[in-house]
T-cell receptor, first 115, second 111 residues
Framework: DTEVTQTPKHLVMGMTNKKSLKCEQH?????MYWYKQKAKKPPELMFV???????INESVPSRFSPECPNSSLLNLHLHALQPEDSALYLC??????????????FGQGTRLTVV | KNEVEQSPQNLTAQEGEFITINCSYS?????LHWLQQHPGGGIVSLFM???GKKKHGRLIATINIQEKHSSLHITASHPRDSAVYIC?????????????FGTGTSLTVIP
């Protein structure tokens, strides 16, 4: 199984809503990532978890709250979002750093629209 | 300046043409990835390289570590190759878990 599964595929939410994005992998990867991608732009790193601990937070507003409850699951909790937060949210996973590099696997993304 | 630069940004080719996409990077890396993203968003990893050359079917990827440069070649291009191709490098940082992405090359192959 070399899949990273993201749910939901599409999400429309109001600015006062609270919602969560979910990402799951069963490849034994201990590094998991959240990226945000606006149209026609490359993905921007938001958070990295290594061994279920937050290792990188790229100055993301607190209305985005990541959670890694176990080694297979990564959540992104959303609250009080703004319309400019509408984007494709991508999850990825890989082995933690080792010499020579490791394969990264990406999910299909959640297309989020904030109204 | 971006850590990863790709060229060209947009590319249109006739079916059957040989295509080259280039990637240059400025950081120390442990690996370079070529990714493919179709409309709808999902990203597929095509190659991971730390040296030399790899080939999968009609796709060939090369990397020159000394020159900090990689190329992705598509032989006998086909309309189904139309997608955005992204070069991403994995930094050789303390955590080793940071990817830098190029801006992508949007490829359209015309029948």
């Amino acid at each position: 199984d070399t899949e990273v599964t993201q749910t939901p595929k599409h999400l429309v939410m109001g600015m006062t809503n609270k919602k969560s994005l979910k990402c799951e992998q069963h490849m034994g990867h201990r590094a998991m990532y959240w990226y945000k991608q606006k149209a026609k732009k490359p993905p921007e790193l938001m958070f990295v978890y290594s061994y279920e601990k937050l290792s990188i937070n790229e100055s993301v507003p607190s209305r985005f709250s990541p959670e890694c409850p176990n080694s297979s699951l990564l959540n992104l909790h959303l609250h009080a979002l703004q319309p400019e937060d509408s984007a494709l949210y991508l999850c990825a996973s890989s082995q933690v750093f080792r010499k020579g590099g490791t394969e990264a696997f990406f999910g299909q993304g959640t297309r989020l629209t904030v109204v | 300046k971006n850590e990863v630069e790709q060229s060209p940004q947009n590319l249109t080719a006739q079916e059957g043409e040989f295509i080259t996409i280039n990637c240059s990077y400025s950081v120390g890396i442990s690996a370079l990835h070529w990714l493919q993203q179709h409309p709808g968003g999902g990203i597929v990893s095509l190659f991971m390289l730390s040296s030399g050359k790899k080939k999968h079917g009609r796709l060939i990827a090369t990397i020159n570590i000394q020159e900090k440069h990689s190329s992705l070649h598509i032989t006998a291009s086909h309309p189904r190759d139309s997608a955005v191709y992204i070069c991403a490098v994995r930094s050789r940082s303390n955590t080793g878990n940071q990817f830098y992405f190029g801006t992508g090359t949007s490829l359209t192959v015309i029948p």
